[in-house]
């Protein structure tokens, strides 16, 4: 069973960057991807970042991809979540995911394919 944990979350001015990190423990042989959603105050969640576990290649909305970066470190145990030039709309609940279900390009973010979920780091973007 795999456990994940989110830390990193912090209040910010506009402008500024975080990473996030989440802490991948337990077995992960099966793991075929991992991602970042968020859920802002008043908001529905929705998926930030994807990885492909197994190979590592990234997918992050067009409208995200020029802020935020996806990432795994070497041994798999954590993966990041970059932000930059954040802004007020970026303040959210921040929460990792894992899936061992297959995902399309049509239900990359579908919340009910994810089989595990981490607790959320909160980021709070002030003006």
């Known amino acids: 069973q795999v456990h994940l944990v989110e830390s990193g979350g912090d209040s910010v001015q506009t402008g500024g960057s975080l990473r996030l990190s989440c802490i991948i423990s337990g077995s992960t042989k099966s793991i075929k991807y991992m991602a970042w959603f968020r859920r802002a105050p008043g908001k529905e969640r929705e998926g930030v970042a994807l990885i492909n576990f197994p190979v590592r290649s990234t997918y992050v909305p067009d409208s995200l991809e020029e802020r935020f970066t996806i990432s795994l470190d070497g041994a798999k145990t954590t993966m990041f979540l970059q932000m930059s030039s954040l802004t007020p709309r970026d303040t959210a609940m921040y929460y990792c995911?894992?899936?061992?279900?297959?995902?399309?390009?049509?239900?990359?973010?579908?919340?009910?394919?994810?089989?595990?979920w981490g607790q959320g780091t909160q980021v709070t973007v002030s003006s």
């Open positions: 995911a894992a899936t061992e279900n297959t995902l399309t390009p049509n239900s990359r973010f579908d919340e009910p394919l994810y089989n595990t």
